[in-house]
């Protein structure tokens, strides 16, 4: 039976509610900096997130949805892949400036389960999709420059061939920490997070939300409505766990069981 060495974070729905106040924000001002007529609404963005990466969303968005009803058709330009690549960076300027204004906390019990992992010597991981920009980002302005030493691994975005729901970056991470998937534990917050991460044999607790609250988690050891607090129990969706809030000892049972 293995001893848990790992904890392996996925960022964007699971650390924090990033996608609509601030990935969604940050695109929108991306396209209209640019001069596009693109506006993608909250509804429109959820079905966009079938495809995890900026830049391949993008793509995603002109083969599927373009033209729009107003017929208006877009017209690649030569250099698309340049094209595409710098309307990504500037929308990752946007999301890095949105963060810095504090746009988007950490999640409940995300802080408490670092501080647990961290006063355990456990050891922490990150296996994201987003860049390392924006994962920088997010942590220095909710938790302090020093927050990203918390991370032995940062696995994020274009390091990896494939995305999610590939399992490219979970084993990435594994690999880099020379463990092994059954010392570790994965915490997502989507079907493609959980494809990733189970296609890499890791455990995965997930932690819904209002894009991800009706995918598929079937393959997921615990579905939570997020961590908890000691005063502010969270609801179990799916599986089961002895404690009113998910901590060190909920993991432990979850590896072993
Ligand atoms: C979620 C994603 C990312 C973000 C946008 O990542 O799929 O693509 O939506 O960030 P994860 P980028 O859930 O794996 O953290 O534009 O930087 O890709
Ligand atoms: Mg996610």
Redesign the pocket.
Known sequence: MSQLEALIF?????LADT?RDG?LVAFNMAFEEAGLDWHWSVELYGQL?AV????E?IRYYLNDFYPDERGHAFSKPDNFDDFVAGL?AS??KFYTQLMADGAVPLRTGVVRLFQEARDAGLRMAIA????PA?VTALLTHTLGAESVDWFEVIAA?DIVPAK?PAPDIYLYAIEKMNLKAEQCLAFE??YN?LLSSRGADLKTIVTINDYTSDHDFTDAELVLSDFGEPDQAMEVIQGHCDESYFNLQSAQKLLQA
Do not use: A, F, I
């Open positions: 996925d960022v964007d729905g699971t996608e990935h997130l995890t990466g900026g830049k969303r990504h929308k990752t994201t999709t987003t860049t924006n975005g999610k917050d989507s997070g």
